[in-house]
């Protein structure tokens, strides 16, 4: 009985390994990494790792819903900048002469983030418009969009670095709880882990979440099952754009100042991050655990590049590299299943 379970075990780790190569092969390289270059593990570290993953993974989770449809969403690193240029804009501090909009009172931060989110819920409304009425694909709706977004927020940023934040913003968003040794656990932590229960709740225990992967699954059968895709789509891609909305919101703060061409190339990030855990390109398959562990991955392998010194150029190289021997194993699999 025992050697049975040890076989059992042992199979049942090899699948695992198998079928999430890319995860074991980065977790490998860290640990190497880690015991070979000085700081690599290090409480400092691990926070800012925690802290860069908590605003990618919001991202994540807004392009989730579209891949599980065999949809995209190109436009997520363009919204996500929109946001910012916007909170940024209407959080600055109404002493600050460099004032982008001198017209506009200090306004409250809160009602700051209704605002971006309501920009947000616009830009996914009109992605989900395209894609479920005009019946364009996601691929070429969400890359035009992304372009009017990017040249939308250049025309009201006047194409210019956004700062002068009022204190309580700033504050507020990069607050962090404890500081032993250097590691504390980021606000940003905690939003990030909320939202990821919030989802798992709709992937899992709503109608909204059966629909999504149904959709995945077959659209047709969906359909003729009595599920209203175009209803379901247009709430995904909502939900997508009110996700990126809150990753600009908090990434400005994050980062203290805001431009247009902030989020640039997240969209291929929150992709990869998916994908490299286990969210189908295919469609119908994906789990919030799943994307957790991908974007925290793909994070990781950005920290060991910069502890390897490698050329910043060369990083974009590995990465790209990354995504594309991410997407092709998913296609195999997928291949092999039919």
Not at 63 to 86: E, H, N, P
Not at 112 to 139: D, R, S
Not at 268 to 292: H, K, R, W, Y
Request: hydrophobic content about 50%.
């Amino acid at each position: 009985m025992e050697a049975n379970r040890e076989i059992g075990f042992g199979t049942k780790l090899v699948k695992i390994v198998t079928r999430n190569p890319i995860v074991f092969l980065l977790l490998i390289a860290a640990i190497i990494v880690g015991c070979s270059v000085e700081n690599f593990f290090s409480w400092g570290n691990l926070t800012n790792l925690l802290s860069n993953t908590a605003i990618r993974f919001l991202i994540a989770l807004g392009v989730s819903g579209c891949l599980i449809t065999k949809g995209t969403d190109l436009s997520a690193g363009r919204q996500v900048g929109f946001a910012a240029v916007i909170a940024g804009i209407m959080c600055q501090r109404g002493d600050y002469n460099g004032r982008l909009w001198k017209f506009l009172p200090e306004m409250n931060i809160g009602l700051v983030f209704l605002v971006v989110v309501l920009f947000g819920v616009i830009w996914g409304l009109i992605n989900g418009f395209i894609v479920t009425k005009l019946h364009v694909p996601p691929f070429i709706a969400t890359l035009g969009t992304q372009t009017i977004i990017y040249g939308i927020s250049l025309v009201i940023s006047d194409a210019q670095p956004i700062g002068g934040f009022q204190k309580i913003y700033t504050t507020l968003i990069n607050g962090r709880i404890g500081n032993v040794r250097g590691f504390h656990l980021p606000y940003l932590l905690f939003v990030a882990a909320v939202f990821g229960l919030v989802f798992w709740f709709i992937y899992n225990k709503m109608r909204f979440g059966k629909y999504m992967y149904a959709i995945g699954g077959n659209d047709v059968a969906a359909e003729v099952s009595g599920v209203n895709t175009t209803r379901t789509l247009m709430r995904i891609y909502t939900t997508a754009g009110i996700m990126y909305a809150v990753a600009g919101y908090l990434l400005a703060a994050k980062s203290g100042g805001a431009s247009a061409s902030m989020g640039q190339g997240y969209e291929l990030e929150a992709i990869a991050g998916c994908t490299i855990g286990g969210v189908s390109t295919t469609g119908g398959i994906g789990t919030v655990p799943g994307i957790l562990i991908g974007v925290l991955v793909f994070e990781l392998l950005k920290i060991i590049l910069q502890f390897l010194g490698v050329n910043p150029y060369y990083n974009y190289v590995v990465q790209g590299l990354v995504i594309v021997l991410a997407v092709s194993l998913d296609i195999r699999k997928y291949i092999a299943k039919k």
